[in-house]
């Protein structure tokens, strides 16, 4: 394919966790424009992403979940594919953050970041894997990864373990699928504009560090991931499997 339906998603329906803001958001509007149907899927209201999928007359529908509770995300999942499926793309975007010295992490600050960053990522791609296998139908996972899948950060234990897992997780599906219609892939996100990552733009000294070593020069922006979504859920990336899209303004090449 060679025309610009390669990056067409017309008629297909895409499953965006984390889809009220930030990367989530910017990710459902770049389906969105690129023609996908998109369920946003979250605990908070889709109000605001519901509002700007509108704007530009695509159509998205709202699920609701906690999804730090792999029960809820999977029922969420099954309750979606009845309400609005068949379901052909998953994104896996949900995710936290805590900052806390290695020496003082607690078990708690542990699993509720590795509960939903890559437990219940695992079990929502499962969830979709099921399905897709058993109507042979194929099917996209994407999954969100960060620059700490790849290096080890600094007082983020349990995110580091989680991004690194979600890159493993992705790898491993992408062998067990690849061969059978679904493509499991991951972006990783350099640092991005977003609640995620405001502390760290508040705090001049760690802001200052982290802009200095990124070539582009800017912090990256939702659309910049939505772009790189829309490749991976598109028919142009058909063979591309077990991969991890860098968006990070060049900082991993530094
Ligand atoms: P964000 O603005 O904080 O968004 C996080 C999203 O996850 C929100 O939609 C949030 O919903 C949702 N979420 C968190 N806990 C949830 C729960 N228990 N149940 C349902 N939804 C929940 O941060 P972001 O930067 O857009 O992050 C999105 C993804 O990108 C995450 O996986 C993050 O690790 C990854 N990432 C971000 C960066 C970056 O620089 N920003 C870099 C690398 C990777 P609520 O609004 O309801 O909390």
Redesign the pocket.
Not at 17 to 24: H, K, L, P, R, V
Not at 93 to 97: D, E, K, P, V, Y
Not at 189 to 192: A, E, L, R
């Given at each position: 394919m060679s025309d610009l339906s390669a990056f067409s998603l017309a008629g297909k329906t895409v499953l965006v966790?984390?889809?009220?803001?930030?990367?989530?958001q910017g990710i459902a509007l770049g389906l969105g424009r690129a023609g996908a149907r998109v369920i946003g899927a979250?605990?908070?209201s889709m109000a605001e992403t519901a509002a700007l999928l509108a704007g530009i007359g695509a159509p998205f529908e709202a699920v609701t979940?906690?999804?730090?509770s792999t029960a809820a995300a999977q029922a969420m999942f099954e309750a979606a594919w009845n309400a609005h499926g068949p379901i052909d793309g998953l994104v896996n975007?949900?995710?936290?953050?805590t900052r806390v010295d290695a020496v003082d992490f607690t078990e708690d600050d542990w699993d509720r970041v590795m509960d939903?960053?890559l437990k219940t990522m695992f079990f929502l791609c499962q969830a979709l894997g099921r399905k897709a296998l058993a109507a042979g139908r194929p099917a996209r996972i994407v999954n969100?990864a960060?620059?700490l899948s790849f290096q080890g950060g600094i007082r983020v234990a349990s995110y580091t373990a989680s991004?690194s897992g979600v890159l493993g997780i992705t790898r491993l599906l992408a062998n067990e699928w690849a061969g059978r219609g679904i493509n499991v892939n991951a972006i990783a996100?350099?640092?991005?504009e977003?609640?995620?990552?405001e502390a760290l733009r508040n705090d001049p000294d760690r802001s200052a560090a982290i802009l200095g070593r990124i070539p582009a020069g800017r912090w990256g922006l939702?659309a910049d991931i939505g772009d790189a979504a829309v490749f991976l859920m598109a028919p142009a990336s058909n063979y591309v499997h077990g991969a991890v899209i860098p968006v990070d303004g060049g900082w991993l090449a530094r």
């Open positions: 966790t984390g889809a009220n803001t930030g990367i989530g979250g605990r908070s979940a906690d999804l730090g975007n949900a995710g936290i953050i939903i960053n969100i960060s620059m991004k996100p350099g640092y991005i977003t609640n995620n990552t939702p």
